[in-house]
């Protein structure tokens, strides 16, 4: 592979294409073109997209395989990598794939979507398997225009779709009980808009936030059996390790 920094994706349509494992690759159906380059034109394809965001679809309650998409960001630079892995039901790497590229938006709180989207866009392009679920590191529903990363590539993508982040960004909730498994809810303007996880006895909550095609209460189940030793459910902390690497692209 070259190790030459790469250009966003440009708009347009592109076919799904049939591989010789039977599975298809998730090739995007939709692109923003022009990509947006300040704040208010980012808040206006929020706006735009938030409509196609399918939140009563209960989503997959199995799955034969599972993505997590992270991005790295070079600590020196404008670059940033995205990073796809792709678990089996028994949580076993099946597939991975990187995109570096550098990054066209400034840094903005609520839009980290239009910085991240490019690479993790190549990235799953890339992919041979098809993933029946994608888990991203980032927002869903849990967002002040409720519309965040997770929300922005299901509907791209069409796949069903989870927000976990490590921390909160909008709303109040409780702190769940301390035992794996106990949630309370994430309210903004008096509307559940995710849930604090714990996923671990005595260990920080995750934030779990619908994306797409997906219902809360599936979410979590998902969030849970992907988090059999760890924190962050396994799809997410491989995928974050693989974007640290930044391998070529």
Request: net charge neutral; proline share 10%; glycine share 8%.
């Amino acid at each position: 592979m070259s190790s030459e920094i790469e250009q966003p994706l440009a708009g347009g349509v592109n076919q799904v294409i049939q591989h010789e494992n039977g599975r298809r690759a998730p090739h995007i159906a939709r692109r923003t073109n022009p990509w947006p380059t300040t704040a208010a034109e980012a808040e206006a394809v929020q706006e735009q997209l938030r409509p196609l965001m399918d939140l009563t679809d209960p989503g997959p309650l199995t799955v034969d395989f599972i993505a997590g998409l992270d991005v790295g960001y070079a600590p020196d630079s404008d670059e940033v990598t995205g990073a796809v892995v792709v678990l089996d039901n028994t949580l076993r790497i099946v597939d991975q794939a990187t995109s570096r590229q550098k990054a066209k938006f400034p840094y903005i709180p609520g839009l980290f979507a239009f910085r991240e989207l490019p690479p993790l866009l190549t990235a799953l392009d890339r992919l041979t398997i098809t993933p029946d679920l994608l888990i991203c590191d980032g927002y869903g529903l849990a967002h002040p225009r409720r519309f965040g990363l997770a929300c922005h590539l299901g509907v791209l993508t069409g796949l069903p779709t989870i927000g976990v982040a490590k921390t909160a960004f909008v709303g109040t909730h409780a702190d769940p009980a301390p035992t794996r498994g106990s949630w309370t809810p994430i309210t903004l303007d008096h509307d559940t808009v995710g849930r604090a996880l714990r996923t671990r006895d005595h260990v920080k909550p995750v934030y779990v936030s619908q994306g797409h095609r997906i219902s809360l209460d599936n979410a979590c189940a998902h969030v849970l059996r992907t988090t059999p030793a760890y924190r962050l459910p396994e799809p997410i902390r491989l995928a974050d390790r693989l974007s640290r690497t930044n391998p070529p692209a």
